[in-house]
Structures are given as structure tokens and as C-alpha cells.
């Protein structure tokens, strides 16, 4: 957290009229229909990178992937107040894109569990509940669905609460998943060269 501070202050000083924040903010938003079926509440309210562009930016280097990145689900019973546990549940939902990109279907039921417990207790009936994860679990083998399930529950929790007039709590899981995604982009890039391309993500 204390490396990822100053990033999110150098983040939001940047001129939004300048060249490089025009073609960025054109890059999102040209990656964003296809990612969120035009849901468009995120990308217009807080302008940040979805984990899901982020990460196959990382799989398209051929960057491999690795678990020590992501944050333990059995560290889910640790969280005790409604902050913590927003914050955790956007950690925990970017955890579950990451392993998602990489076809890591058993990660994916993983970390969807741990949500679908941190969901229910913000009382979030949507997204993380039961019948996602029953799902999640019959398609284990199918790659193709595990991802389009990981991104759909993070898009019908956000749905949710946008809906619900749960506003005060969305921002903290968007934070969390930005952080974590951002988290996991910098420890990538650690030991890589300038020509690889991760440095100018970050």
C-alpha cells in the first residue's frame, strides 16, 4: 500500500487534457464495451484502468503468472469492519480476474468464494452468491466460461450497489481492486527491461 500511495496521487495530479491521458482514456474506453457489455458506471465515474485490461496487457507480454502476487483467501475471516471488508472484497475481486486471464480455473472458485463470504456479510445479494459460484464450480474445466463469470460478478455487485443507493460502499471495493491490480503490475515488472512495455503501463 505505501508503494501504491504515491502512484494514486501522481494518478489523479496528471493534466486530463494532456496528450497521454486523451489516448489512455481512449484506450479504456474503446476496451470497455467488450469487457463490461456496456456497462459504462465505472469507466465514467472513476476513469481507472479495469484489472481486466490490465492483466491481459500482462498475458499478451507472455508474463507469467504467480499466486505469491495475490492476496491469501484464508486471510477473508480477518476483516472485521464494513471499510476493511469492501476494501478486501475489490482486492479479492481482482485476484479472482487475474487468475481468471490466466485460465487458472481452481484460483477462480477460489477467490470467488472468499468474495461470496465478505459479499454476504456487506450484505450484497448479488455478484458473489451462491448460484455464481455453483456455476463457476460446473464450468471449472471451461476457461472460457470462468472468465466471463469473473467478470460478470464484478460487474452485477457494482451494478448492485450503484442500484441499491450503496454508493459509500462501492468506491472502497473499486479502490481495492485498483490497488491490487496495480499490486500485481509493479511486482511483474520487477527484473523486466524498459523494452518489455510494463514500465509505460505503469
Excluded at 463457476?136 to 460478478?153: P, Q
Aim: net charge neutral; proline share 2%.
Amino acid at each position: 500500500i505505501l508503494v501504491i500511495l504515491p502512484l494514486i496521487t501522481l494518478f489523479y495530479s496528471c493534466d486530463n487534457g494532456s496528450v497521454n491521458n486523451q489516448q489512455l482514456n481512449s484506450k479504456i474506453s474503446e476496451n470497455y464495451t467488450d469487457t463490461t457489455q456496456g456497462k459504462s458506471m465505472i469507466y465514467l465515474n472513476y476513469k481507472l484502468p479495469l484489472p481486466f485490461d490490465m492483466f491481459k496487457q500482462i498475458k499478451n507480454g507472455n508474463f507469467k503468472y504467480d499466486k505469491e502476487y495475490l492476496l491469501s483467501c484464508r486471510n477473508e475471516g480477518k476483516y472485521f469492519t464494513e471499510e476493511k471488508r469492501a476494501l478486501a472484497l475489490g482486492v479479492y475481486s481482482s485476484d479472482l480476474v487475474y487468475g481468471a486471464v490466466y485460465n487458472k480455473s481452481q484460483e477462480v472458485i477460489e477467490y470467488l468464494n472468499a468474495s461470496g463470504e465478505l459479499a454476504g456479510k456487506l450484505e450484497i445479494s448479488e455478484g458473489y452468491d451462491n448460484k455464481m459460484i455453483d456455476r463457476a464450480s460446473r464450468n471449472i474445466d471451461d476457461s472460457d466460461s470462468i472468465n466471463k463469470l469473473a467478470r460478470e460478478a464484478y460487474w452485477r455487485t457494482c451494478n448492485y450497489l450503484e442500484k441499491n443507493n450503496k454508493t459509500y460502499v462501492l468506491p472502497l471495493i473499486i479502490l481495492g481492486s485498483w490497488i491490487e491490480s496495480v499490486h500485481v503490475l509493479i511486482k511483474t515488472s520487477l527484473g523486466t527491461k524498459i523494452e518489455d512495455g510494463l514500465f509505460k503501463e505503469i
